[in-house]
């Protein structure tokens, strides 16, 4: 079974510009999340989705970040305009139901994007 | 607010030996689920071991087993008979309606 698939898997841009990160979830996963991973630090939760419905989007900075999951299956996180401090890893999870029992909620990780704005 | 702490940055074992990473968390409410995540350099976040908080019975997986304390809000990992492989990152995460991650134990086997 396939993991969890994220393109690119690195991205340099400089300051001002947009981009953009796709996932694919296991599937049959129905929560999707994004977190970014500073340099030593642990994940940080950006947005889930339930299906394709954004249910926590509380820690994504709106005026620049955006997100979207289409038909519930791809996602797509956006950054316009890019800051030289949204330089870090965009991790894609997912798990198979978030309100489901607990070996539902296990989270799988795809390999990161590694952004680097400058 | 919930909050997740893993006060060891970085921690190192003798191959073959016992480890135990900690990890303290914040919360008022009484039912969650608490994970431990592990990253090795360069490859993917995988999990180790979950416990469930209504749950009294430690969570156990082969050489990983939990200490979890539920009144002191402890949860702690033991790795035994530590392995080359076991070398990475590990991540205490904390799950009700929010995630929380905490930052991290980065862990070294000594051969």
């Known amino acids: 079974e396939a993991g969890v698939v994220q393109s690119p898997r690195y991205k340099i841009i400089e300051k001002k510009q947009p981009v953009a990160f796709w996932c694919n979830p296991i599937?049959?996963?129905?929560?999707l999340y994004w977190y970014r991973q500073n340099l030593g630090q642990g994940p940080e939760l950006l947005i889930r989705?339930?299906?394709?419905?954004?249910?926590?989007d509380s820690q994504l900075p709106k005026d620049r970040f955006s997100a979207e999951r289409l038909k519930g299956v791809d996602s797509t996180l956006k950054i316009q305009p890019a800051e030289l401090g949204d330089s870090a890893v965009y991790l894609c999870?997912?798990?198979?139901?978030?309100?489901?029992?607990?070996?539902?909620?296990?989270?799988?990780f795809g390999p990161g994007t590694r952004l680097l704005v400058l | 607010a919930q909050t997740v702490t893993q006060s060891q940055p970085e921690m190192s074992v003798q191959e073959a030996e016992t480890v135990t990473l900690s990890c303290t968390y914040d919360?008022?409410?009484?039912?969650?689920?608490l994970f431990w995540y592990k990253q090795p350099p360069s490859r993917q976040m995988i999990l180790v071991i979950r416990?469930?908080?209504?749950?009294?019975q430690n969570a156990t997986e082969n050489r990983f087993s939990v200490n979890f304390q539920k009144a002191a809000k402890s949860f702690s990992l033991k790795i035994s008979d530590s392995q080359l492989g076991d070398a990475a990152m590990y991540f205490c995460?904390?799950?009700?309606?929010?995630?929380?991650f905490g930052k991290g134990t980065r862990l070294h086997i000594l051969p």
């Open positions: 999870a997912s798990s198979l139901d978030f309100n489901g029992p607990p070996e539902a909620k296990t989270q799988y």
């Open positions: 919360t008022s409410e009484s039912d969650y689920y």
């Open positions: 989705y339930e299906n394709e419905e954004a249910v926590d």
């Open positions: 599937s049959g996963h129905n929560t």
């Open positions: 995460a904390y799950t009700t309606d929010k995630i929380i």
């Open positions: 416990q469930e908080a209504y749950k009294q």
